[in-house]
């Protein structure tokens, strides 16, 4: 019987809006368990979850293991190195290996745009993409549309500007998905060299100049300038970056409202945003943090226990 | 055998049994020292709201009460279809070595008590826990009783019990219906 949300989590694209305030609704309550003195509820008591991460990680493989552990799941980390993913088992070898060890839930970062989808079709555990390739983060743009809600309330009509490299960016594309779905009015910034050509087809508004973004939004999403893009020729320095597409506090003083702040991390200080800015008063990065915990506890109670067929997890995928 | 909802309570008769619940709740406890009152999700929760307000308006002390949801403590989480909607707990005080009665609108299997007292325990150690409920409808599945009752029924497995309140209904009321009755 397949949960709210079906057997997985691989994206927003495939997310009703219903199905979008289900998981921000459901999120609310779990922050107040992190709150607490024991901050520990049995809801997932004898339930095992992989976390399988191909990429590096820090902030989202932790929030993911507080959010299990708060839940009461038993939780066993892979990563790839010292794995066997390094001697060359393919990933749903891998996977399968797990699951004979009766497991129910996998939680999957890849480097490979589709790795979450095509890991879900093939397991029976319950499969949530922590971020695959250039595709998606969904918990990622949960947190921030659900940050955004809390400080903005209903988010109709309300604007919000990805700003940076969106080209490369999973967590912009979940975000672009989730908002437009919320009624949302989205816009992206950065340099030319860093947006996708079909990027108006998203339903987005395209700004090549900050100034005229922070003279629209009421809430800026900043976007870490993955450092390896300067090598590859995207920009030609970090610092003519900072000071054409930099988030500095001289140019949101000349915004018409207060813009909200926020960043999915980790940030480059200096580069894309600006120290002053990044712990200003309208910094919301730390709440997206906080956030980001309840919203995968929120995640993990809506999928748990759901356990489709094979057939219907791959129909679904193609959806 | 569908017939009409029966009355069990209109809207005096649970005002007057919330008023005695009150001294009942005031009496168990020797007083309104340390007293802590929690209310279940969701019903309980108001309920209790007004049972503090009914000993403010008698002792003129002022009770402190909290909001308990039970739904991630619950027993059948596995096997229950359809994710349950997860409400507010609002404890924002310690319960060490306080005297909590718990408020609920119906007492059936125990289940919900049960859950609840689990949950209680992982915000600290109160001196002593009560249960007090608008309706005790039998049909108990857990060596759990309540301590204050408001009003006994007799209610066959086919039947439920409709607990209607103001702030949440807009009207004052407890019926007992057929199951499949969805009124």
Redesign the interface.
């Known amino acids: ?1 397949p ?2 949300l079906g057997k997985d989590l691989l994206g927003l694209a495939p997310l009703s809006a219903d199905q979008i305030r289900l998981v921000l ?2 999120a ?3 922050r ?2 992190s709150e ?3 901050k ?4 997932l008591r004898g339930a095992t979850i992989v976390n399988l991460f191909f990429e590096a990680s820090t902030r989202t493989r932790i929030s993911f293991e507080f959010a299990e552990k708060r ?1 009461s799941a038993d939780t066993v980390n892979v990563a790839s190195a010292g794995s066997s993913v390094s001697k060359g088992e393919t990933l749903v070898d891998t996977a399968r290996n797990l699951e004979a060890m009766k497991i129910d839930m996998v939680v999957i970062r890849h480097g490979a745009s589709g790795a979450a989808q095509f890991l879900a079709e093939r397991i029976e555990s319950n499969v949530i993409n922590a971020g695959d390739g250039t595709n998606e983060h969904p918990t990622q743009g949960l947190l921030d549309i659900l940050t955004l809600r809390n400080h903005l309330g209903d988010l109709t009509g309300r604007r919000i500007c990805i700003v940076g490299d969106v080209l490369h960016s999973r967590v912009a594309r979940s975000n672009i998905w989730g908002l437009t779905k919320l009624g949302a009015e989205v816009a992206v910034c950065g340099p030319r060299s860093l947006l996708p050509n079909a990027i108006g087809d998203m339903g987005v508004t395209v700004f090549d100049r900050i100034e005229e973004a922070v003279e629209w939004a009421d809430a800026f999403n900043v976007l870490r300038l993955q450092l390896e893009r300067m090598q590859a020729g995207y920009i030609p320095s970090l610092r003519e970056y900072n000071r054409v597409y930099g988030v500095t506090r001289a140019r949101l003083e000349k915004a018409p409202r207060d813009i909200l702040i926020l960043h999915p991390g980790p940030m480059n200080r200096g580069v894309e945003i600006d120290s002053d800015v990044a712990d200003g008063p309208h910094s919301v990065i730390l709440d997206q943090v906080t956030n980001g915990v309840a919203v995968r506890m929120a995640v993990l ?2 999928l ?2 759901g356990k489709p067929e094979l057939a219907d997890a791959a129909k679904k995928g193609g959806a | 055998m569908p017939r009409k909802p029966s009355v069990v309570l209109d809207a005096r008769a649970l005002d007057r049994t919330l008023r005695r619940m009150a001294d009942q709740i005031v009496e168990l406890n020797a007083g309104t020292d340390n007293l802590v009152l929690v209310g279940i999700q969701r019903r309980g929760v108001q309920l209790a709201e007004r049972i503090v307000r009914i000993i403010k308006a008698q002792e003129g002390v002022d009770i402190s009460s909290g909001a308990l ?1 039970i739904t ?2 619950r027993d059948d ?3 229950v ?3 349950p ?6 404890l924002p005080w310690t319960l060490d070595d306080q005297h909590v009665v718990i408020v609920d609108d119906v007492l059936y299997t125990g289940r919900t008590v049960r859950a609840a007292l ?2 209680l325990a ?3 150690r109160p001196a002593r826990i009560a249960l007090a409920v608008l309706i005790d409808r039998g049909g108990r599945e857990l060596p759990i009783h309540a301590d204050v009752i408001g009003r006994k029924v007799d209610v066959h497995p086919g039947q439920r019990v409709d607990v209607f309140i103001e702030e949440l209904d807009g009207r004052d009321e407890v019926l007992i219906a057929a199951r499949d009755d969805e009124a």
């Open positions: 019987m949960g709210p609704d459901t609310v309550p779990f107040e368990i607490r003195a024991i520990k509820v049995p809801t839940l109670y809506l748990a226990g | 949801d991630l403590y989480l596995q096997t279809g359809p994710r909607v997860v409400g507010t707990t609002q689990d949950e992982d915000f600290g």
